[in-house]
């Protein structure tokens, strides 16, 4: 006989799956990671960029990467956004007559497409077999094809849209950024800073990086400053560090102060990139999201550390739903057709 | 209780109409799929850099799974709730699942970009705890092995493997309780893996409640399919339909989606994202056209009277799962932007092949569930209902 007293046997097996909902969230919650202090990454200065794309050019050639043609002569590499192929473009906002460069209004500005190796990065998160890593000292979010079973999640989970899927081969790989990681070994640092002659794309520490962009936003627009290219040294940066790097260290020169807009974009999105920017156009008008200080890597993973921490919870609902199933299973006895 | 009867192969020919046409549908996804693996996702897809998962993910899979809940929900009311008399529901139920199952994850493979290191998912080495899809495809690895080892008692009594088949039932509530608790894991998690996706998901669908929303509506969608199948199965086959027990079934699924709406719509107001479901949009059509289709059962099949009409049954199983496809489609492509702040222009609609690739699989379930229920112990006894 089925009674009244099993069925809420049977409530109670799963209300144990709904009492989720009443674990204390802090025991299992996962904060927003923060960046490692030695992180590496990149200030892109929109006010110093002039759109030459020698960037575009060094990040092709520095990754092996092939042209992609959409124009009706095959002649140049004219990639329309950044792709499996293509890891880094400046892209230009245009606004009415286009007169005034880094004005909203009536203006023009340049934005650089590019990784911006997150301190929470949500590829890194979603990544199913941990091809997309996040080096614990330098920081760099790398990838490895030969771990990458090409699920596509990463592309879906970056609120950037870095990583992208090479969909023109049959064992297509994902392309991003990875800040030129594999020629730091020979003492180049990216090849989008190496060759920027503006200096609007700088290379070096995140932390230092941070003070540089605050030191600019805090000047008078229109005053001259010394900017400085290629690399931005450690403050204290001891001779033997500096070595580290091919090239010279001091390629600062006197430029402008650009009529900011008073925000780092990079400083506490997600809980801080290691890639900055620098704008005098709203950020989102020129392509970047605007994204709270929690990550969602600690949303999705406080959820999955709290229905799934230590298998306690799974486990204690088996051992519920097991006990009523024993009581409640009749072999389906073809001779014998008859349930208790 | 009720006594419960017993299963009986339906026999007949399996030459017939509807197997012809799932054949013509299967060689044709075959043709796409062999120029899928020689040139690459993009020579047949229109999968692009702003919609990386399309129908093969979202359909296949997302909503293919929870299609297949039949046998989930079913075996839940009947051993959890020790409600007897629906166990004629329980092994046809059951076949569905474990296709829908086991054809969900081959087609994983088919969507895969680098599929022959598929087996990093499930390799310690690589596996990533802290990702939500690994958690779905363990889960769903381990449910399809569940559900052929809960199905396999049909087999055994058709081969006569009578000693084996009381070995396997001694133990088999085991499996029953994890079959029941895989779907609960990985049916959440489904919804789960929006939440990473961010503010790029609408706020209409982007919610920390998701996996419980997820959860419910696969348990409805789970009662709305066994209610279609059955109906289905009922007029191919020429059989009675089981209104006796379809009827209480419907008043069930009614209570959980009662649960669900209220959950869902406590959810919106309470994050204030009510307002975006008003905004002549896109998104905000396809919302209410959702929230039409899960209110639907409530008039179509609301009455006891309504519930005594099969067609009216068939109807609201129609509508339950038309309301689960499109929480689905939703939250992972109508309601997904990737081109935050820029309308980057990314389109996704999907290409002939892909349509015919995901009905090919369709078909494949089709196609098994007639030769299985025909040569096989599935479907209760004729005349024995009642």
Redesign the interface.
Known sequence: ??TRR??L???L??GA?AAT?VLPETACARDTLVRPPEGLGLLYDATLCVGCQACVAACKRANDNPAEFTAMDNLWDTPL????HTFNLIKMYRNGTMETKDSELNGFSFMKTSCMHCADP?CV???????MQKDPVTGVVSYD?????????C?????F?IP??????????IGKCELCRHRHEDGHYSACAEVCPTGATLFGRTEDLLAEAKRRLALKPGEWTTVPRGRLPATGETPEAAAKWKGPVDQGYQAQVGNYLQHVYGETE?GGTQVLKLSAVN??????????PK???A???T??HT??GGMIM?IA??AG??W?????????D?DK???S | MSAHHPAAPVGGKLFNLPVMICSVLIAAMLAILFVRFIFGLGAVTNLNDGYPWGIWVVFDVVIGSAFACGGFSVAMLVYIFNRGHYHPLVRPALLASLFGYTLAGVGVLFDLGRWWNFWHILWPTYANPNSVMFEVAVCISAYVMVMWIEFSPVFMEQWGLKVQKQKLEKVLFFFIALGTLLPMMHQSSLGTMLVVMGPQVNPLWQTPIVPLLYLLSAIVIGYGVVLFESCVAASAYRRQIEMHLLQPMAKIMLGVLAVFMLIRFGDLVVRGALGHALSPSLEAFFFWLETACFAAPFLIVGTPGARRNPARLFLAGCAIMMGGILLRINGFLIGYDTGLGVDHGWNYFPSIAEMIVTLGMFAIEVLAYIVITRRFPVLAREGAAH
């Open positions: 006989m089925a099993d069925f046997k049977g409530c097996a799963g799956a909902a956004d950044t792709s499996g949500s998160s979603a990544c199913p077999v941990s091809s094809p030969d771990a990458c079973i090409g699920c596509r999640y592309v879906a989970a970056c609120p849209g992208k899927y090479q969909y023109d081969s049959p064992t297509g790989k997600y950020f989102q008008k020129v392509g970047l999201p605007d994204l709270p990550s969602s890597a949303s999705s993973e959820i999955q229905l799934y799974p609902v088996l739903l097991t009523v199933a024993k009581r409640n299973v009749v072999p389906d073809d057709g008859g349930q």
